[in-house]
């Protein structure tokens, strides 16, 4: 992604933002202009829990160009407590510990840093939920 | 009737990777004796980020958890001081990202500190004096490291990573800071240049006149300027970059092992730099009881330490139930091999 785009996108990366209808109250992430279904505009920012479960997941191990040290990860479609679906990986797991339905939450993460001179970008990975007692 | 208005700690949250490596993994590499050296540094293991993990990183998993604790607005937090030797950036803060990340942005003042192991510190006695003075509601200091020791150096054995964050104000106190005061010299026992990727040391001169110097003066000076001694402190927490520094510096100023046992996480994780007396206080607040009274002395190369006397508050108890502790941090861990570590910490070159 480019700097300008990471930049624009940080509320969301750095802490799930999203956008709620005032009218209707129908939540969106990412966040976006209008509403789809009353076609309110503008909508209002909307933060997430950052609470889900895993709908579902693969293990990574062939990766795109930068992320071979780290494979293999764990990558999953989560759905949000509130409602919206996103994919993001899972981190804080071994391969045995992952499943359908599984309890996540919000992690702070590294998504991909540019060789040693470019720009770091940070945000939301996900966890098993309670962590580090989820295991508990 | 007036009530004196007091400073303190409103949240505190910690955050330790669960990656370990063992002292007697790293020892084998090197052809040195595991048992001893894990026996002379009063230290099994340490903690390693994972590959996905640095400072900035493990710097707002603590934030979060500190403004969870606190229960406050965000926006209300006007102050973000993160305190590292190893931020990952050279030039661009990593306090601007924490801000970002916790909702303190936009109305709020940033910077990244370094005195080596007590930047964190310095970062509360700035947010101290901020809210002392009424400029701001809440100041959050952070002090995170994920540190790295060059391979084969005794360094290498403890330096490890974790973070702490206090979030200061004055009203629904978990603990008062009732006094700080610092000593400070130029002293050259521990270093890193720019560009450089290891840390130097000054070998034995990191002892004597550097750490417990600094240390002991501290501490002595707080207690003399409180009216307090030894046995007025339920507990007391010492920088930790072994176990051996800090056991030694208790028992000089006439504290017991038992005051200084909850704070030695140095065991467990290894030395956290910046983190490391911050989270040697937060293990102690997780167990305290209210009214008890804590004496802190942090410790930075170069060299200085920050000495605080905080007292515990009603409503600790409830108050901590919120968020993780660093006992659930010490349980959940993962332990590594040399090989793997050395992937974890960039020392394979792809
Ligand atoms: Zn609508």
């Known amino acids: 992604m480019s700097v300008p785009r990471v930049w624009r996108r940080r509320k969301v990366l750095y802490r799930l933002e999203g956008a709620k209808c005032p009218k209707c109250g129908k939540i969106y992430f990412p966040a976006r202009e209008r509403c789809l279904e009353c076609n309110t505009t503008p909508l209002e920012e909307y933060l997430f829990s950052g609470y889900g479960k895993i709908v579902t997941f693969t293990w990574v191990y062939t990766p795109p160009k930068g992320f071979k040290s780290r494979i293999p990860y764990c990558l999953a479609i989560i759905e949000l407590e509130e409602g919206p679906r996103l994919t993001a990986q899972v981190v804080a797991v071994e391969q045995n510990d992952v499943s359908i339905g599984m309890p996540v939450e919000f992690a702070f993460r590294k998504i991909a840093s540019e060789g040693k001179e470019g720009v770091i970008t940070y945000g939301f990975k996900f966890r098993p939920k309670g962590y580090p007692n989820h295991a508990k | ?350």
């Open chain 2, 1 to 350: 009737m007036t009530t004196k208005r007091e400073i303190g700690i409103v949240g505190y949250g910690v955050y330790i990777p669960r990656f370990r490596i063992k002292v007697d993994e790293i020892a084998r590499i090197w052809g040195q004796p595991g048992e001893l050296v894990s026996k002379s540094l009063g230290v099994f293991e340490k903690s390693v980020p994972d590959m996905d993990e640095d400072t900035a990183t493990i710097a707002v998993e603590a934030a979060r958890n500190a403004v969870k604790m606190a229960s406050i607005n965000p926006e209300e937090i006007r102050a973000v001081y993160v305190g590292s030797e190893s931020h990952p950036y050279a030039v661009k803060p990593t306090a601007t990202i924490v801000a970002e990340a916790i909702g303190a942005t936009p109305d709020t003042t940033a910077a990244d500190l370094e005195f080596a192991c007590k930047a964190g510190t310095a970062g509360v006695q700035m947010c101290y004096g901020l809210v002392k003075s009424k400029e701001m509601k809440f100041g959050l200091a952070i002090g995170a490291d994920c540190s790295q020791g060059r391979p084969g150096d005794a360094l290498e054995y403890t330096a490890s990573a974790g973070a702490c964050a206090l979030l200061i104000g004055d009203k629904n106190l978990v603990a008062s800071i009732d006094h700080t005061e610092s000593v400070t010299t130029d002293t050259p026992d521990f270093w890193r240049r720019e560009g450089a990727t290891y840390p130097s040391h000054g070998g034995r001169f990191t002892g004597e006149p550097a750490y417990f110097k600094h240390v002991l003066t501290a501490a002595r000076n707080i207690m003399e300027s409180t009216g307090t001694k030894p046995s007025d402190f339920a507990y007391c927490v010492f920088h930790e970059p072994n176990a051996k520094f800090p056991l030694a510096t208790a028992k000089k100023l006439g504290f017991t092992k038992e005051q200084l046992a909850p704070s030695l996480v140095v065991r467990y994780i290894g030395n956290t730099y910046s983190a490391s007396s911050m989270i040697g206080l937060a293990a102690v607040l997780d167990i305290a009881k209210p009214s008890d009274r804590i004496l802190m002395a942090s410790y930075g190369s170069g060299a200085g330490s920050d000495a605080f006397i905080y007292t515990v508050k009603e409503g600790i108890e409830e108050r901590r139930k919120s968020t993780p502790h660093v006992q659930d941090y010490l349980d959940h861990k993962f332990y590594l091999d040399y090989s793997m570590y050395a992937k974890h910490r960039g020392k394979i070159k792809m």
